[in-house]
C-alpha cells in the first residue's frame, strides 16, 4: 500500500535520506515509515509533518480508526 510518504517522494524527488536527517531520524527508520512497515511516535511523526511542511494529521490520519 503506497503512503502519502511514498507519494510525496515521487512527486517532489527529495530524498528519503535529507528529510530523515531534517526529522532527526535515521535513513532505516525513515525507510520503515515510509513503506508503511512502521508507524513514528508523535514526536517523531511531528518532526517529519514539519520537515514536509504539513501536518501529522494529514499524513497519517487516514490511519486512525
Known amino acids: ?8 517522494h515521487k512527486e517532489t524527488g527529495v530524498k528519503q535520506a535529507f528529510i530523515a536527517q531534517k526529522s532527526k531520524l ?3 527508520a525513515y525507510s520503515l515509515i515510509v513503506r508503511g512497515e512502521s508507524l513514528p ?3 517523531a511523526a ?3 509533518a ?3 511542511n504539513d501536518t501529522v ?3 497519517w490520519g487516514d490511519q486512525i480508526d
Open 26 to 28: 535515521t535513513p532505516g
Open 1 to 8: 500500500m503506497e503512503t502519502k510518504l511514498q507519494t510525496y
Open 50 to 52: 514539519r520537515a514536509l
Open 41 to 43: 511516535s508523535l514526536p
Open 46 to 48: 511531528i518532526r517529519i
Open 57 to 59: 494529521e494529514n499524513l
